[in-house]
C-alpha cells in the first residue's frame, strides 16, 4: 500500500496522494460511522455552536456534527484537495455544511469565530505543523476545543501503512501536549486504541 505524504508534505503532495483515492474513499472504510460519531459526542458541541472540520476530505463527519449543532448552528468543511470535496458534494453532504476549498494553513475565517474543530487524520498531513495548529487556535475562541481523531489507534494505522511505529510521531503523547501547548492548546485527554485515537484540547485564554 503506497505511504501517506510524510511530515512536513507539501500541499501539492497532500493533493497527488489524495485526488485519485478521493472516488473510492468512503468505500474503502465503510464502517468508520459509529467511530466518527462517538468522537464527535466527546467533543462536547452545543446547540447554536459553529464548528469547523478541518481537512474534512469527503465529509464523513459532517452529517453528525450537524446534528449536534442543531439548524442554528453553523458547520464548515474545509479541505486542500478539490476531488475530495468533489466526493463530498455528490455524497450531499454540502446539505449538512458550508464546504470551501482551503488550507489550514491559511483559513478564510476571522479570529475567534468558532466554538471548536474537528479534524480527522489532519496531523499527519499538516505541512507546519505547530504553525498550522497556532492557525486552528486562531479561528477558535478561548476556551473552544479541538478534537485530533482518526478511526483507528496509532499501531494499527502503521502496520496499515506498512511502517514501524516510532517514539517521534506526532501523535505520540510525549510529542503531541508540548506542540498542542506551543500552538495556545491544552491537552484535556489522550486515547490511543486499536479502534480509534482521540486527542482532545481546549483552547488557551490569553
Do not use: K
Not at 80 to 98: I, S, V, W, Y
Amino acid at each position: 500500500m503506497p505511504h501517506e505524504p510524510s511530515r512536513g508534505s507539501s500541499a501539492a503532495a497532500v493533493r497527488d496522494f489524495f485526488t485519485p483515492r478521493a472516488a473510492e474513499w468512503d468505500r474503502r472504510f465503510p464502517d468508520d460511522g459509529p467511530a466518527y460519531a462517538a468522537a464527535v459526542a466527546d467533543l462536547g458541541l452545543r446547540p447554536g455552536d459553529a464548528v469547523l472540520d478541518a481537512g474534512c476530505g469527503t465529509g464523513r463527519a459532517l452529517p453528525t456534527l450537524r446534528a449536534a449543532v442543531g439548524p442554528e448552528g453553523t458547520v464548515l468543511g474545509v479541505d486542500l484537495t478539490p476531488a475530495m470535496l468533489d466526493a463530498a458534494l455528490r455524497e450531499g453532504r454540502d446539505g449538512f455544511a458550508g464546504l470551501a476549498l482551503a488550507d489550514v494553513a491559511r483559513l478564510p475565517l476571522r479570529d475567534g469565530c468558532l466554538d471548536a474543530v474537528f479534524a480527522a487524520g489532519l496531523i499527519s498531513h499538516l505541512s507546519d505543523p505547530r504553525e498550522n495548529l497556532r492557525e486552528l487556535a486562531r479561528v477558535v475562541r478561548p476556551g473552544g476545543r479541538l478534537a485530533l481523531f482518526h478511526p483507528v489507534g496509532r499501531a494499527a494505522l502503521a502496520a496499515r501503512h506498512g511502517r514501524a511505529l516510532t517514539p517521534d510521531d506526532l501523535r505520540a503523547e510525549p510529542q503531541l501536549r508540548p506542540l498542542l501547548a506551543d500552538a495556545g492548546w491544552r491537552l484535556d485527554s489522550y486515547t490511543d486504541e486499536d479502534t480509534r485515537f482521540l486527542a482532545l484540547a481546549g483552547r488557551e485564554v490569553g
